[in-house]
Structures are given as structure tokens and as C-alpha cells.
């Protein structure tokens, strides 16, 4: 067995998440669309029943059951911030999903800018991170767009250098991308960024669930994503500097509270989905081989484990759609540059059409996704946006060697 295979304990894992366990029509469910969401560890299930069973309450009430739950938010907070390498958890926001809480903040950062600033997207982003800047545009906002190297779909640096000019006012990137998992090297874009007088935002929606997030070590001033995609509810999360998050005029109703993050929290909260946040939290810190350090430290050796696991998955996923006479990869495929890519693999197979491969998979209870992925800017940069995008092969830490194999061989023997 590899170092890679024992990283995890892949039996062990799976029994932490009660729908692996799933059939239909005798047949178990094999969950290969991972990055459109992933299945939820029984300690989520646990925190969100426990939150309803003893504490429902709203925020700020002098009684048991609202203290109770403020306590709770704030502990979900304060590992947000371990999660993330925040300073403080000052500096996290909670909010319904990424593509919202982008919406939200974009419109605030829209109150500093003035017509002929400009913002710098790249042809990986999901449509979350270039909508929003876009939607600027009738204020007098350019949005510039970075090009890709092809093939490997790596993000192009010297064309991220040509869109910069002195009118830059925000930079914002993919963390990893969502359709063919190129991770771009974030720190030297953030430098590049800062350097030119701009603030740096970061979708880490699909990194979450693959490796440690460190917002200090990126250096970025802005960092979004989802808990529903790192094994937790339906819920988004920001980091952003304190001193800019305090700057930043937000949108929101007069009694609420102008001090730290709740500021930029409108309404009331998903008090119960956020139980369900610090429940994938400590899921993921329980699978540090040391249980005595940090939240953070629990939580750094923890992703790495499923790192190394799922470049053990993907490897043989890569190699495997490799031997199938007309898959076309799209993403790095390099086995020695696997650490800049996330498991998520993306095919074309002309003449046949994505959906229809996605189905045919789907009938065998193995599950995938299919088409534009929300990145209509890089289907359309791989001529695929009118060709019905992709298949995409989404791998995650719960999913078997076996798993793998399963996908290749079905695919071998695909006849439509």
C-alpha cells in the first residue's frame, strides 16, 4: 500500500457520513459530483439537531436558550477564523453562500470606486466572482479579464500583468478552479496586485474542501466560500481585513449594529445552519493524527492528510481517462505538478454530448456533473461553451480507490 493510500483511513471516513451508505435499485450511490456539493458528516447532522433541541433562539436575549446560542455562534466564529488563518474572528463573516455575500460586498466596495476604476477578473473564475464586478459597470467600472495558458488551463501571468494599470482598484481570483481545478499561485498575484495599489479578492469556494486555506499567508484582503462544499450546510463565509470591513460602508437596516462583523451580517441568521458550519469544522480538525494542538494546527494537518489522499485519486484518474481513445483532458495533467491542481477533472469526448455521458453514468449510480459549471468564460475560451461543456469528475477524501476504478471502467465501455 502507498504513503498516499494510508494518509486516511478511507473506511473509517466514509462511516462519518451517513448517505455513502445510500442505494437505489440495489445499486450504491457513488458521489463523483463533489464539487457541485458534498455529502454531510454525521457530526453536521448532530450540531444542527442539537441546536434545535436546546437552544433556538434569536440573538441577544436575556434568557438561556438565546445565550446559549449566541455562545454557539461565536464558537463557530472563533474556528472560522482557525479555519481560515484569520487574525481575529473579527474578521469573519457569515452570510448564505458565496455568490451572495460577493453580491453584498461588491456593491459596498462599489460605494469607493469612481467611473474609469477598473477590476481584473481571469478566464477561471466561476461567474460568482466576475457577475458581481460586472454589475459595477453602470457606474463606469471596466472589468478586465487575465487570459489562460493552454493546455494545462493555468492561469496566464504575464497577461494578469497587462491587464494591470494605474486605474486598478481590486484583483479577484479563483482559489482553485470550480471546472478544471488549476490552483494559480496566489501569493505572487496578490504582490502584483498590492504593488499596483489594489486590493486582492479570493474565491477559495472550490479549494475548501482540498487543502488548508491560509489568508495571511496569501496575503489577500478579501477571501470567500462555502461550507457546502467543504462537507458542512448550505452557508458562505468571508474573510476580510478588519481595518477594511470597518472602512466599507454595507448595505443594511438602521438598528442593526455598526460594530465588527455584524455589520455586514443583514437579517437574522442561519442560526442552525451555522451549528451545522462548527460541526464540519470539528469533523475535519478530528481527522488531525494529533487531537492535542490548535484548532488551526488540528485543522492544517488534517487537510493535508486528504491532500495527499486525493492526489493518490486523481493521479490514477488522470492516467486512466488517458487510455481512452478520443477524452480530451482538460486542466493539468503533469503527475508532477498534481499539487497545483484540485481532484476535479473535466472531459470532452466528441461526438458525444457531456449530458448524455453524465445520464448514462447517472444510470448506474454513479454521479457527475455536466456542462458550463457556472464558468461561461472558460467554456467559452475552450470552444466547448456551444458543445455542452464538460464532464466533470469531481473526487473528495470519502471516495474509494474503487470508485475510481468503477468510473474508468463504465466509461471504457460507454455506448451510447
Known amino acids: 500500500m502507498s504513503l498516499a493510500t494510508e494518509a486516511i483511513d478511507v473506511e473509517a471516513v466514509r462511516r462519518h457520513f451517513p448517505a455513502l451508505s445510500l442505494r437505489i435499485d440495489g445499486q450504491p450511490v457513488v458521489y463523483l459530483d463533489n464539487p457541485a456539493g458534498t455529502q454531510v458528516a454525521q457530526r453536521v447532522i448532530d450540531r444542527l439537531t442539537e441546536y434545535w ?16 446560542s449566541d455562545a454557539l455562534l461565536a464558537e463557530t466564529r472563533t474556528m472560522a477564523a482557525a479555519f481560515l488563518n484569520a487574525r481575529s474572528p473579527a474578521e469573519i463573516v457569515f452570510g448564505p453562500n458565496m455568490t451572495t455575500i460577493t453580491f453584498a460586498v461588491s456593491r459596498a466596495i462599489g460605494r469607493q470606486l469612481e467611473p474609469g476604476d477598473e477590476i481584473v477578473v ?38 494578469l500583468k497587462r491587464q494591470l494599470t494605474p486605474h486598478t482598484r481590486l484583483v479577484a481570483l479563483t ?68 481595518e477594511l470591513l470597518e472602512r466599507l460602508r454595507p448595505f443594511k437596516v438602521r438598528p442593526a449594529s455598526d460594530q465588527g462583523p455584524g455589520r455586514w451580517e443583514t437579517g437574522t441568521q442561519n442560526h442552525e445552519g451555522l451549528a451545522g ?11 488531525s493524527p494529533d487531537g492535542n494542538g490548535t484548532a488551526r494546527a488540528q485543522l492544517v494537518a488534517a487537510m493535508g492528510r486528504l491532500a495527499q489522499y486525493e492526489r493518490f485519486l486523481v493521479a490514477r484518474l488522470l492516467e486512466g481517462l488517458s487510455r481512452i481513445p478520443g477524452v480530451q483532458i482538460f486542466g493539468i495533467t503533469d503527475p508532477a505538478r498534481l499539487g497545483e491542481r484540485a481532484p476535479t477533472v473535466s472531459i470532452a469526448w466528441p461526438p ?11 444510470q448506474h449510480q454513479v454521479f457527475t456533473t455536466h456542462g458550463d459549471h457556472y464558468a461561461p468564460g472558460l467554456m467559452e475560451r475552450l470552444g ?31 455506448r451510447p
Not at 53 to 68: D, E, L, P
Not at 137 to 148: E, F, K, L, S, Y
Not at 353 to 361: H, K, T, V
Request: hydrophobic share 45%; proline share 4%.
Open 175 to 242: 482559489h482553485a478552479s470550480n471546472a478544471v481545478g488549476t490552483i494559480p499561485p496566489l501569493r505572487q498575484v496578490a504582490d502584483l496586485a498590492h504593488a499596483a495599489g489594489a486590493w486582492f479578492w479570493v474565491d477559495a469556494v472550490h479549494f475548501g474542501p482540498h487543502g488548508a486555506i491560509d489568508v495571511q499567508a496569501i496575503d489577500c484582503d478579501f477571501l470567500v466560500c462555502s461550507a457546502y462544499k467543504f462537507y458542512g450546510p448550505h452557508l458562505g463565509l468571508m474573510y476580510g481585513r478588519q
Open 53 to 68: 433541541r436546546t437552544m433556538n433562539a434569536n440573538q441577544g436575549g436575556a434568557f438561556a436558550t438565546s445565550q446559549r
Open 277 to 287: 458550519m462548527l460541526g464540519a469544522f470539528e469533523y475535519l480538525a478530528g481527522l
Open 122 to 159: 481571469s478566464r477561471l473564475e466561476h461567474d460568482a466572482n466576475v457577475a458581481p464586478w460586472l454589475a459595477l459597470a453602470d457606474q463606469g467600472i471596466t472589468v478586465r479579464v487575465a487570459d489562460i495558458a493552454l493546455p494545462a488551463c493555468t492561469l496566464d501571468l504575464e497577461s
Open 384 to 414: 466547448l461553451q456551444e458543445r455542452g461543456g464538460t464532464l466533470r469528475i469531481g473526487l473528495a477524501h470519502y471516495n474509494r480507490a474503487s470508485a475510481v476504478e468503477l468510473v474508468l471502467e463504465l466509461l471504457a465501455g460507454y
Open 352 to 362: 458525444h454530448q457531456p449530458e448524455a455521458i453524465a445520464r448514462w453514468l447517472g
